[in-house]
């Protein structure tokens, strides 16, 4: 049978507010930040730039000139198709807050975890221009009736050599379809443009946008400016290194705790939390809910059978071609027991994913001697794998219990020369960290170098008081992570 790995256990500390000087520096109605200058804005941007772009702000909602949004072209309609169809099923928060924008969004795998109590939505993706975000709106926002919506976007546009007064125009674009969509009177918060040492020389032009978009916020109630730029700032110019990953272009860990010690007091102001609810159907002692984990194109993967050779019923993720990624966000709801007996529980994706599989050496024939029930090749042989920079891995269990316990299994493997230990960390009411080898020489039984016996193993695991458990997939050794299923079984 399978071999408990068992975690270390710690008691998860309180949250509070992260406040500090600096995240009083948002732009509603008073300006901080530089000595004379706008919010953001470092010395080489002047009034006279910001004046030139603020004349086409408009007078009243309903004025701003849509039609450079909507011939934008956009790249990433799988992304929103995908969200979309999910959606469609419904899943989503009550009135959540929405974090909507580009890489810095998708990369923050942390997210859901730090706005637990803000019921938030993830919806990111990398190298999105300020011109998607408007034009998907609706999709993206509008659809979600959001009691506040925070937005992180611009810099791709800037990259791709977009007008800084084009990037200001994509941006009313977007104030105005969502003020039109869901109340002007709905807080929209707009994470000034982050200057970073990838994209110094543009820096300028940053500038130029922020300071735009600062001077609207000055004008209207519902809308802040979040002055993160000073904060990066505060450290060089360019900002210091230790913010960013190897790339110098996306936010480090450190990098993230900066940004949300400036953001989190804005969203603090601007809503109140979520009511911390008991689940409405908790699950009977022993009952188990299995989720199958990867792609389901016939080379790489395939979903499993329900009921399977073992009579067990399985939870498959959407359908989903290897090599492809799965995006934050993302979420299955209603999981079904292993009996077929129908929950409210949902799984959400917090950290982007690859997915792969039979091709690349999943473990498709698993020993039912050494894993039990979980020895099924359509669940084992496929999988959701994450790496130490782009895919950050990361998922939680909603619609949970918070006065209940559960041992949660999860499963990870992939046969390869190279030895590769994954890292998990299981967060709810305490968190857990344990280690799985699913990778190299030892990973498996008779020098096998795929894991073939190993599972890691959380009991009695309690939920957060909103019902959630956060579980997060690192690299601890080699290049990549994996996972392949989750148990979940009711103590």
Do not use: K
């Amino acid at each position: 049978m399978a071999r408990a790995l068992r975690p270390q256990t710690r008691a998860t500390p309180e949250r509070g507010s992260a406040t500090t000087a600096l995240g009083a520096c948002v732009v509603a109605i008073a300006a901080c930040g530089h000595p004379s200058t706008s919010p953001g804005v470092g010395p080489d941007g002047g009034a006279d730039a910001t004046r030139a772009i603020d004349a086409a702000a408009p007078d009243a909602p309903g004025v701003v000139d849509c039609d450079e949004v909507a011939a934008f072209a956009p790249v990433f309609a799988d992304a929103v198709a995908t969200w979309t169809a999910q959606d469609d099923r419904g899943g989503w928060p009550d009135a959540p807050v929405v974090f909507v924008g580009s890489s810095s969004i998708r990369r923050w795998e942390d997210l859901s975890a730090t706005y637990r109590d803000d019921s938030p939505l993830q919806r990111g993706f990398g190298g999105a221009q300020l011109g998607e975000v408007a034009y998907y709106a609706d999709e993206l926002v509008v659809r979600h009736g959001p009691r506040a919506v925070v937005v992180y976007a611009g810099t791709n546009d800037l990259a791709a050599g977009v007008a800084p007064a084009t990037v200001v125009t994509r941006f009313r674009c977007l104030r105005e379809r969502v003020g039109a969509g869901v109340g002007w009177d709905v807080p929209l918060i707009f994470i000034g443009i982050t200057p970073t040492p990838a994209r110094w020389e543009q820096w300028d032009a940053a500038v130029e946008v922020n300071a735009a978009i600062a001077a609207q916020a000055a004008g209207d109630p519902a809308l802040s400016y979040v002055d993160v730029p000073a904060a990066f700032l505060a450290t060089g110019s360019p900002p210091s290194a230790s913010l960013f990953v190897a790339d110098g272009l996306h936010l480090s860990r450190s990098g993230y705790d900066l940004w949300n010690s400036v953001l989190r007091p804005v969203v603090d102001a601007a809503t109140a939390p979520t009511v911390p609810a008991v689940a409405p159907s908790p699950l009977p002692a022993g009952a188990r809910v299995l989720l199958d984990l990867g792609p389901s194109n016939p080379e790489d993967g395939e979903p499993s059978p329900s009921p399977d050779y073992r009579g067990q019923t399985w939870n498959d993720w959407d359908p989903r071609d290897g090599d492809s990624e799965v995006l934050p966000g993302e979420h299955l709801t209603d999981l079904v027991t292993s009996t077929g007996l129908a929950t409210s529980i949902d799984v959400v994706v917090t950290g982007g994913f690859g997915v792969h599989g039979f091709a690349s050496g999943g473990l498709r024939w698993p020993d039912p001697a050494r894993l039990g029930d979980l020895a099924v090749g359509s669940a084992t042989g496929d999988f959701f794998y994450a790496t130490a920079d782009d895919r950050t891995g990361g998922l939680y269990l909603a619609q949970l219990d918070p006065a209940a316990r559960y041992t949660l299994r999860l499963f990870g493997a992939r046969d390869h020369d190279q030895r590769r230990v994954t890292r998990y960390t299981v967060r709810g009411a305490t968190t857990a960290t344990a280690t799985l080898q699913t990778s190299g020489p030892g990973a498996g039984q008779a020098g096998a170098t795929v894991n073939d016996d190993d599972v890691a193993i959380f009991p009695a695991v309690q939920p957060d008081p909103w019902g959630h458990v956060f579980v997060d997939i690192e690299v601890a050794e080699g290049d990549y992570a994996y996972l392949s299923l989750i148990e979940l079984t009711a103590e």
